[in-house]
């Protein structure tokens, strides 16, 4: 059959649009070799993690399997989730900056007589220290969050260890707590380096099996939303991450805590957490 510039230029475009669809396949999903290139970029001193997981459904236990740094959290110590086999909960708070609502928090906290740790930076003690003051007197823990946010993925040991130094003595030096055991890394970024460093410097690093898009304050859902991100993933040997910036979860707090509660949770502070599951 002749082929007329119609038909040829038909099939030229079809030709195009495969090699397209082959090429966004083989960048979407690259070879297993590729892959572990990938991840093992972010055990390298200028690679990183973000820190992610599979997320609990219907009460099954969340994963980090398939994110390539499982190994580097059990090797180092890190919290991810506590024992599986209790119905315990842990709560931690990252304050980067303070939007109005941890009085609140702590209100709540206090009045349910739950346990919690705030994750606090550099910004955040001296903007208010009247807050960490409260944190510590109602006998919540204080955690490391960095004394100014950076990506310690990036840093030296050198500059990891200040990072973390500068907290530690500010908030001796405010509230008279003399130990600080857990550290966050900033925005859930780390490499070996991070973990090691912080480890050396008597920290756990704490990362998290439940938490839901809630920093950002220009998209607040409501009450009811932030409710139900937190209950449909709850599981045994949580370890809850709120931002104490959104004004769901200061709604939300009590109802969460009596929900858990009816349902059979425990609420424990991370010293009491003694068993570590990846």
């Known amino acids: 059959m002749k082929l007329t510039r119609k038909h040829s230029n038909y099939l030229l475009a079809v030709a195009c649009a495969i090699a397209v669809f082959c090429t966004a396949v083989i960048a979407a999903e690259p070879t297993t070799a590729v892959a572990a290139e990938i991840r093992a970029a972010g055990s390298a001193p200028g690679g990183a993690f973000h820190f992610g997981f599979k997320r609990s459904v219907n009460g099954a236990l969340p994963s980090i399997a398939e994110e390539g740094f499982q190994g580097v959290l059990r090797k180092n110590g890190a919290i991810f989730l506590g024992d599986s086999t209790k119905k315990e909960l842990y709560l931690t708070f990252d304050n980067g900056y303070e939007n109005g609502y941890t009085s609140r928090v702590l209100d709540v906290l206090k009045e349910k007589k739950v346990p919690s740790i705030f994750f606090i930076t550099g910004h955040y003690i001296k903007d208010q220290p009247e807050l960490v003051?409260?944190?510590?007197?109602?006998?919540?823990?204080?955690?490391?969050?960095?004394?100014?946010?950076?990506?310690?993925?990036?840093?030296?040991?050198?500059?990891?260890?200040?990072?973390?130094?500068?907290?530690?003595?500010?908030?001796?030096?405010?509230?008279?707590?003399?130990?600080?055991?857990?550290?966050?890394?900033?925005?859930?970024?780390?490499?070996?380096?991070?973990?090691?460093?912080?480890?050396?410097?008597?920290?756990?690093?704490?990362?998290?099996?439940?938490a839901y898009k809630?920093?950002?304050?220009?998209?607040?859902?409501?009450?009811?939303?932030?409710?139900?991100?937190?209950?449909?993933?709850?599981?045994?040997?949580?370890?809850i991450l709120l931002h104490a910036v959104s004004k769901d979860n200061a709604d939300a707090l009590g109802s969460i805590?009596?929900?858990?509660?009816?349902?059979?949770?425990?609420?424990?502070?991370?010293?009491?957490?003694?068993?570590?599951?990846?």
């Open 133 to 210: 003051k409260r944190m510590v007197s109602e006998g919540h823990l204080i955690g490391n969050h960095s004394w100014s946010h950076p990506d310690m993925s990036g840093l030296t040991r050198e500059q990891i260890s200040n990072e973390l130094g500068k907290v530690k003595q500010a908030v001796v030096q405010l509230t008279g707590q003399q130990e600080m055991h857990y550290l966050r890394p900033p925005r859930g970024i780390f490499n070996d380096r991070v973990l090691a460093v912080s480890k050396e410097s008597g920290y756990t690093s704490v990362f998290w099996s439940v």
């Open 214 to 239: 809630d920093w950002d304050t220009k998209v607040q859902r409501g009450s009811n939303y932030a409710y139900t991100k937190v209950m449909e993933q709850l599981h045994p040997g949580a370890v």
């Open 257 to 278: 805590i009596d929900a858990a509660r009816q349902k059979g949770y425990e609420f424990k502070s991370l010293h009491q957490l003694t068993s570590k599951n990846y």
